[in-house]
Nanobody, 114 residues
């Protein structure tokens, strides 16, 4: 059974940092591309960062240069380091992967105050 469990969200002031984690189980983590999405209030869910099994990374323009995605295959965990946070980064952040279908965590809420 595939499980994705996010953690690390919270309330932070603009300019601050947070590190999100997503613990994965139920599939061969090391060969799967892992993604971070976010959904702000009243907006569609958007893809913000991707890391492939080979370590290649891609970012949405809105977070490029501020966020870093990484993975620890030994711990089956993917991370999202978020620096220079802005109020517009306020959203629920979701971990995602595809393994015979799409799987999502329940999300972790990030609130950035101005």
């Amino acid at each position: 059974q595939v499980q994705l469990v996010e953690s690390g969200g919270g309330l932070v002031q603009a300019g601050g940092s947070l590190r999100l984690s997503c613990a994965a189980s139920g599939f061969i983590f090391s060969i799967n591309t892992m993604n971070w999405y976010r959904q702000a209030p009243g907006k569609q869910r958007e893809l913000i960062a991707t890391v492939t099994s080979g370590g290649s990374r891609n970012y949405a323009d809105s977070v490029k240069g501020r966020f870093t995605i990484s993975r620890d295959n030994a711990e089956n965990t993917v991370f999202l380091q978020m620096n220079s946070l802005k109020p517009e980064d306020t959203a629920v952040y979701y971990c995602n992967t595809y393994y015979r279908g799409a799987y999502w965590g329940k999300g972790t809420r990030v609130t950035v105050s101005s």
